[in-house]
């Protein structure tokens, strides 16, 4: 039964593993369930999934398959159990000892068997008693009674709060994503784009320059030290935001965040379709808080490698008319600043969000692709490497 | 010795938290935990240690840290200058053998708990360097051609707060649980194991209006537990009265100290804009 659960899971798209699978066997073996189903829910979260991301698919494939399992019961009998079996009749209230003498039947898989076996045996509606299913008995099946790894069938509530159905609430279901988030890839993509220099204190052995050091030293040593090696690469990211932009807000996300935590350096300006004379910096007060782009341009030296971010998909007049702009009255044309820019940085690329067989049918990416010299690349792990190799070209 | 963890007298742990807890420390895997910050993620180890009534050593990873300073250090430095200088300690290279933190756990005469704090910190390929030794618990150690083993396979608490993704090959080797934000009635029971003579009436109050901030759009850092409890011994320390968090109309009021609640001046901008509106729309 367990093989389903994990079949499911992995039909389900959780990333687990044979390892994991057996982990759980282990645990079980190891009586770390205490054949109670939450807490075998619990373990079974611990063990196989690793990212709370998957918590929500997790409580659904949970759900799916312990309701699969009473489907299949359905299956078996033809017909429902008789909800009447379940109504409320009776209280039933233990005392704390006679709570503790109620053993457990060992096992979840045992007690799905047994709740089987039991239905196969009983016949009729049951009502109180150890055995058999019904309402407000001791028996681990049924609702409204007391049995500490009971399974709940058709009671509204949980009454002794120990019942089953924890994943029914499905409380992770914001963090669940689909669109595997990929900021580990872009990072490693991210990577080609390194120049390591040494700045900063001395305080690595410089071996070479030791040895040479002490033996010009005729033998006695002459330390050398050096400063560490860190990557010096400096980043001007200018991101188009707002538009048809809001169709790729989670890769270019997901970019900003790997750039983040990978450049040092890293300076970032946001802009709307494309560059006239002013950018900014916080996309809440953009119309207030404006930065001349000649300012960005004198602030940042042309070390810095200049990356646009943007699916350039627009009307061509915004690109080469002066006043095309949606937003204002630009004085220049687009492409005059984007050629000042490219003159400021000689090391520039353009990462487009848009699938690359789609951009020679919109007039706007050819013409940006002119302005670029042909530096646009598709906003994908491979684009994202291929960039990252021009920029660091000589 | 006990083997099962329930919590402590100053750690209240979920249901689901112990159980992750005692898979773990039953089948000896590491347990990465993550959670927002504030949660107690390395309180967590702390308190393992001490209800297990285990050492506890603690590693805690910076962005310089490197997955071998955690095993040893093989002082080079000083062997050459004390070679110069004609040290007799100098004949025996284990005395530049500086030991990590994992290697004094390994040696530990009880089965102890490491933690490894913030793991995402470090560069990208620090997990992938740590598998076989997370995995087999032992390690070479070249310069002294010996293998060190662990006594007793430590209980391993890695956290985590999601700066960097890790990668699958040492998640497989972990177990995983996410410590979610408790829910009102989980936090009474943490206040109350903190503050145990809190008056009712200001812990009321005091979560009322917590858990309202926590609710407001925008934010860009709600405040966690470690805050509230903050802001409590802050409260207690003033001798704030509950009325005080209580304003008439239940929303317009800026609550007392708020500063230990949100820590960053566009969130306090953002909280005094919405309580202007608030008042306004109110009159």
Not at chain 1, 12 to 28: D, H, I, K, N, S
Not at chain 1, 233 to 245: A, E, H, I, N, Q
Not at chain 2, 158 to 177: G, V
Not at chain 2, 192 to 219: C, D, T
């Amino acid at each position: 039964m367990l093989i389903r659960f994990f079949l499911m899971l992995r039909e389900a798209g959780l990333p687990v593993g044979l390892t994991e699978f057996l982990a759980l066997q282990e645990a079980l073996k190891a009586g770390l369930a205490d054949y109670s189903v939450d807490e075998f829910y619990a373990l079974g979260r611990t063990i196989l999934v690793k990212d709370e991301r998957h918590y929500d698919r997790y409580d659904r494939v949970f759900a799916a398959h312990f309701q699969g399992l009473q489907d299949a019961f359905e299956a078996l009998f033809g017909k429902e159990i008789p909800a009447e079996w379940l109504r409320r009749q009776a209280e039933l209230s233990l005392s704390e000892e006679e709570r503790k003498k109620i053993e457990s039947l060992g096992g979840f898989e045992a007690l799905m068997q047994a709740l089987k076996e039991r239905l196969e045996e009983q016949k009729g509606r049951h009502q109180g008693g150890n055995r058999m299913i019904g309402t407000a008995g001791r028996s681990p099946f049924g609702a409204h009674g007391y049995n500490p790894e009971g399974v709940r069938i058709g009671q509204e509530g949980s009454r002794h709060r120990r019942a089953v159905k924890v994943w029914d609430r499905r409380e992770f279901r914001n963090l669940d994503d689909t669109a595997e988030l990929g900021t580990r890839n872009v990072k490693l993509a991210l990577r080609r784009l390194r120049k390591f220099a040494r700045e900063g204190a001395a305080d690595q052995l410089d071996l070479d320059g030791t040895i040479d050091a002490t033996a010009r030293n005729g033998g006695m040593l002459d330390l050398k030290l050096q400063p560490e090696r860190h990557n010096a690469v400096k980043v001007l990211l200018f991101l188009d935001v707002g538009g048809s932009m809001d169709d790729h807000v989670k890769v270019c996300q997901e970019l900003f965040a790997a750039a983040r935590t990978e450049f040092k350096h890293l300076e970032y300006y946001y802009f709307h379709n494309f560059v006239y004379e002013t950018v900014w910096k916080d996309n809440r007060r953009r119309h207030a808080e404006r930065i001349p782009t000649t300012q960005v341009m004198r602030t940042y030296g042309p070390d810095y490698r200049l990356v646009f971010v943007g699916d350039a998909t627009m009307g061509p007049y915004e690109i080469i008319q002066p006043g095309g702009s949606v937003e204002h009255w630009n004085e220049e044309a687009g492409s005059v600043w984007m050629q000042r820019l490219r003159q400021a940085y000689p090391k520039n690329v353009w990462l487009n969000p848009e699938p690359e067989d789609r951009w020679p049918w919109v007039p706007s990416v050819k013409l940006t692709r002119e302005l670029l010299e042909d530096r646009m690349y598709p906003l994908t792990l491979e684009g994202i490497d291929r960039a990252m190799r021009a920029l660091n070209a000589k | 010795m006990t083997t099962r963890f329930t919590g402590t007298d100053r750690y209240v742990a979920t249901d689901d938290l112990k159980t992750a807890v005692n898979a773990a420390v039953t089948l000896a895997r590491p347990l990465l935990i993550k959670g927002e910050p504030g949660t107690g993620k390395t309180q967590l180890a702390q308190e393992i240690a001490r209800s297990l009534e285990r050492p506890l050593y603690e590693w805690h990873v910076k962005s310089t840290t490197k997955a071998q300073q955690g095993l040893y250090e093989y002082d080079a430095v000083s062997r050459l200058r004390d070679s110069q200088l004609g040290d007799a300690r100098v004949h025996d290279i284990r005395n530049y053998i500086v030991k990590g933190r994992l290697w004094e756990a390994f040696e530990s005469e009880v089965q102890p708990v490491l933690l490894i704090d913030e793991i995402d910190k470090a560069d990208i390929e620090f997990p992938n360097d740590l598998l076989r030794e997370l995995d087999r618990m032992e390690f070479y150690v070249y310069e002294t051609r010996e293998l060190v083993q662990a006594r007793h396979r430590p209980i391993i608490v890695i956290t985590s707060n999601n700066e960097k993704e890790l990668p699958d090959a040492f998640l497989r080797r972990c177990f995983f649980h996410y410590i979610r934000f408790p829910d009102e009635e989980t936090m009474r029971r943490i206040v109350e194991v903190h503050f145990p003579r809190l008056k009712q009436e200001l812990l009321k109050e005091a979560l009322e209006s917590f858990y309202k901030i926590r609710e407001m759009p925008g934010l860009k850092k709600k405040p966690s537990t470690s805050e509230l409890l903050d802001w409590l011994k802050l409260l207690l320390a003033e001798d704030v009265p509950p009325e005080a968090l209580r304003a008439a109309d239940g929303k317009s009021a800026i609550p007392p100290l708020y500063g230990a609640l949100l820590k960053n001046e566009q969130d306090v901008h953002l909280f005094e804009q919405l309580v202007f509106l608030n008042r306004r729309a109110n009159r």
